[in-house]
T-cell receptor, first 109, second 114 residues
Framework: EDQVTQSPEALRLQEGESSSLNCSYT??????LFWYRQDPGKGPEFLFT???AGEEKEKERLKATLTKKESFLHITAPKPEDSATYLCAVQARDDKIIFGKGTRLHILP | SAVISQKPSRDICQRGTSLTIQCQVD?????MFWYRQQPGQSLTLIATANQGSEATYESGFVIDKFPISRPNLTFSTLTVSNMSPEDSSIYLC???????????FGAGSRLTVL
């Protein structure tokens, strides 16, 4: 069964304290792995797509990486405005997109 | 990317009533979807809204409970019928634009059933 597991469920960091969020997946024929950011009261906002193991994407303080079993979202020197829920999703061979439950990130000033 | 407007943004409803959520997109899109986001749970696909034909429902979701309309390529509605407190959730409209493999979401409709 296709599955996406994100850890930790919640993470509190001091401003400037770098860390990583994990997304482990099992999927039949990975077509793509997606990271989204969701702010309270808003819909998910697209961040990155990764297609193959070894691929990396960067945007400001965020870097996403992909292996055959998991993806990491690295946050370097975070700021309070990076506080949000980060969602991981995978697209399977049958085109279905499966989301994880998300990691709630809180950056303390 | 497409801009999606959802209405209502939130509502409080009584048990046994029905509510229709509207989704308007600022451009024509082929693929339009409805998701549910329950507290502490993953985003779950309810159905794919097909223009000109019946929606395609995922396992666990049925047309009688969640009727969907898609009269054209820019608009869709989702009705939550005969609501119970278990239907309290955020309902999100999403589109996938031609040539893109990315979902764009509306802001969601937060539904509370008393």
């Amino acid at each position: 069964e296709d599955q996406v597991t994100q850890s930790p469920e919640a993470l509190r960091l001091q401003e400037g304290e770098s860390s990583s969020l994990n997304c482990s997946y099992t999927v039949s024929g990975l077509r793509g792995l997606f990271w989204y950011r969701q702010d309270p009261g808003k819909g998910p906002e697209f961040l990155f797509t990764l297609y193959s193991a070894g691929e990396e994407k960067e945007k400001e303080r965020l870097k996403a990486t992909l292996t055959k079993k998991e993806s990491f979202l690295h946050i370097t020197a975070p700021k309070p405005e990076d506080s949000a829920t980060y969602l991981c999703a995978v697209q399977a061979r049958d085109d279905k997109i499966i989301f994880g439950k998300g990691t709630r990130l809180h950056i303390l000033p | 990317s497409a801009v999606i407007s959802q209405k209502p943004s939130r509502d409080i409803c009584q048990r046994g009533t029905s509510l229709t959520i509207q989704c308007q997109v600022d451009s024509q899109v082929t693929m339009m979807f409805w998701y549910r986001q329950q507290p502490g749970q993953s985003l779950t696909l309810i159905a794919t809204a097909n223009q000109g034909s019946e929606a395609t429902y995922e396992s666990g979701f049925v047309i009688d409970k969640f009727p969907i309309s898609r009269p054209n390529l820019t608009f869709s509605t989702l009705t939550v019928s005969n609501m119970s407190p278990e239907d309290s959730s955020i309902y999100l409209c999403s589109v996938r634009e031609s040539g893109a493999n990315v979902l764009t979401f509306g802001a969601g409709s937060r539904l509370t059933v008393l």
